[in-house]
């Protein structure tokens, strides 16, 4: 039996943190709920998922719909698009069979690549090589989802460039619908004889074909930033998501490079310690001025009033607003903490 591989490229990079990485979990297993009761797909489909954030790897090796475990998707810094491409890419040298004159190897594969973000890596070597060799063997499908997906890059992978730009959880579920609905279409088509790679009708009540790009680079170069803190009672890492809202845009007529904005906290949840693993730790975090901050988030673990104080270490640790004497979590040593009224928390240094 020849298989049709597809393969689904996760971004799991920290601006999925909460609800989005939630919801593509649960989308993954949506669709493989439609491929089991599916007979063409039960015959031929293998799946393969692979996750990228500051690292990747392979959660699920290629195997039958059947033989399909859940797994759970992990969150890391970094969105290493080029380094994905390149795990894509070895994957397939690796585990797809090919044609020979004795055999015929395996139909077409598939590949559904999820993004919310840009590249946090240099891809050009991974572009070149992917255009060079794989580009005709495979259908690729990028998925953009949100509003900070870079199209000029996965516009060079794939003609089938998708964006999903809101994010609210009814939308989200038709689009996983639309994936499944587009992974049976093939495998019914390989059950009728031919393997056909045109997809099923884009709905654009919630998805659009990126066709055209914007001529102008918008100004905005980050819209969503990322803190990592770790809770001072129970030790336990967290993650703080703002999203950036412009208040004021300068009139174009202007001429002026002028927007003010500010960061608004949109989620602060529970992240595991494989966080740390997942991330590419020779990246620097980035710096904001905390005046941009808006939204001051309690730790999710201990409910602590605050889950943004800073150590004199740099890092950032929860504090229940009251307690003298606390440990940070991070480096271990004694931090007190005197409170600053509408200007937040003044830090002390650590006392050894
Ligand atoms: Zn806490
Ligand atoms: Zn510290």
């Known amino acids: 039996m020849r298989r049709l591989p597809v393969f689904f490229v996760l971004d799991c990079s920290e601006s999925m943190a909460g609800q989005n990485i939630q919801q593509m979990q649960q989308g993954i297993q949506l669709i493989m709920q439609k491929l089991r009761q599916d007979p063409y797909a039960l015959e031929t489909v293998y799946v393969s998922v692979i996750a990228f954030a500051g690292i990747v790897r392979t959660l699920v090796p290629l195997v039958e719909v059947f ?15 080029g380094k994905a491409l390149e795990h894509l890419m070895n994957e397939f040298d690796r585990h797809l069979m ?45 998925l953009g989802m949100g509003k900070n997906v870079d199209y000029a890059t996965l516009k060079q992978l794939t003609e089938h460039c998708i ?16 994936i499944s609905a587009s992974v049976v279409a093939q495998s ?16 654009e009540r919630y998805m659009r074909l990126v066709k055209d790009l914007p001529a102008k ?36 007529d202007l001429n002026i490079n002028l927007n003010l904005y500010h960061f608004q906290l949109t989620e602060c949840c529970k992240i ?14 980035q710096q904001v001025n ?22 004199g270490c740099g890092q950032l640790m929860c504090y229940d607003g009251f307690s003298e004497d606390v ?13 600053g009224g509408m200007d937040g928390f003044n830090v002390q240094r650590g006392r050894g």
């Open 67 to 81: 033989a399909y475990y859940s797994t759970k998707l992990p969150l890391g810094g970094g969105t290493h698009l």
């Open 272 to 285: 595991d310690e494989d966080y740390f693993t997942w991330s590419d730790q020779t990246q620097h975090q």
């Open 290 to 311: 905390t005046t941009l901050l808006q939204g001051t988030p309690e730790c999710p673990h201990c409910l602590a009033e605050t889950a943004f104080a800073m150590c």
């Open 163 to 178: 964006a999903f730009d809101e994010l609210n959880e009814k939308d989200f579920k038709k689009f996983f619908q639309w």
């Open 98 to 142: 090919k044609t020979t004159e004795e055999t015929k190897g395996d139909w077409k594969p598939i590949a559904y690549l999820f993004t919310d973000g840009r590249p946090t890596d240099e891809c050009k070597d991974a572009i070149y090589r992917w255009q060079k060799k794989y580009a005709r063997r495979c259908t690729l499908i990028a």
């Open 327 to 339: 440990t940070c979590p991070w480096c271990r040593r004694q931090v007190s903490f005197d409170y």
């Open 217 to 252: 680079k918008t100004l905005v170069d980050e819209n969503c930033v990322t803190f990592v803190g770790r809770c001072g009672k129970l030790n336990r890492p967290y993650l703080m998501k703002f999203e950036r809202e412009i208040q004021y845009q300068a009139p174009q």
């Open 188 to 203: 019914k088509s390989i059950g009728d004889g031919q393997q056909q790679d045109h997809l099923p009708p884009i709905d």
